[in-house]
């Protein structure tokens, strides 16, 4: 089993639509999720760090289950330019709480929003 | 500006030719890392630093050396013992405190080819 798994995609959808987006972990060890954002040929940008209460930004809400070790992130109101891959990254803390330094990326989700 | 510079944007590489990637930050940050990710795929880490002088393998270090004499700096090579190179070349930094949450920041990457 990968460590960090996504629904690969593609997601077409049309603008306006709502889409979610699945990532599941295997080590529970695992203390730090994001999602982060890439374009074609660019570099990945962070869109939001998952937080155990769940947050929100706008028209995007990550959600974190422990329990089932998995994050989501669901876009409202998707616009033009939110077409690209989503990748869902986790991190592990080491004994101690200090950070392996090892953030571990899923194989990322593909959203293209379509007029 | 602060931020993390990957040189050069693309790099050709000839068949036994070892190749150097720069990464270089002025961020201040005492984590590096590099990434490598191919054609829809996510990123897979291939060494990590997380102080001068020392530096971690990550999933996927055959093939690659990489060293950390200065803070600022963490070049890769890829020698010729890796046999399938071609591919998106990602370096990034952060803070290493024992957070929990740990944003990356990315250079805009090298893509290397093979001849």
């Known amino acids: 089993r990968k460590e960090v798994e996504q629904d690969p995609g593609p997601f077409n959808v049309p603008e306006g639509a709502t889409v979610a987006f699945n990532c599941t972990y295997s080590?529970?060890?695992?203390?730090?999720f994001f999602w982060y954002r890439q374009d074609c040929r660019k570099e990945p940008k962070l869109l939001m760090s998952?937080?155990?209460s769940g947050n929100e930004d706008g028209r995007f809400t990550a959600q974190l289950n422990r329990a089932s070790q998995y994050i989501s992130l669901l876009i409202r109101d998707s616009k033009l330019s939110d077409s690209a891959t989503y990748l869902c990254?986790?991190?592990?803390?080491?004994?101690?709480?200090?950070?392996?330094?090892?953030?571990?990326f899923g194989q990322g989700t593909i959203l293209t929003v379509h007029p | 500006d602060g931020g993390i510079t990957q040189s050069p944007k693309y790099l050709f590489r000839k068949e036994g030719q070892n190749v150097t990637l720069s990464c270089e930050q002025n961020l201040n940050h005492d984590a590096m890392y590099w990434y490598r990710q191919d054609p829809g795929q996510g990123l897979r880490l291939i060494y990590y630093s997380q102080i001068v002088n020392d530096f971690q393998k990550g999933d996927i270090a055959e093939g690659y050396s990489v060293s950390r004499e200065k803070k600022e700096s963490f070049p890769l090579t890829v020698t010729s013992a890796q046999k399938n190179p071609t591919a998106f070349y990602l370096c990034?930094?952060?803070?290493?405190?024992?957070?929990?949450?740990?944003?990356?920041?990315f250079g805009s990457g090298t893509q290397l080819s093979v001849l």
């Open positions: 990254v986790v991190n592990i803390l080491g004994a101690g709480g200090t950070s392996y330094g090892k953030l571990t």
């Open positions: 998952v937080y155990s």
């Open positions: 990034a930094s952060s803070i290493l405190q024992g957070a929990t949450n740990e944003k990356l920041f």
């Open positions: 080590n529970s060890a695992s203390q730090s």
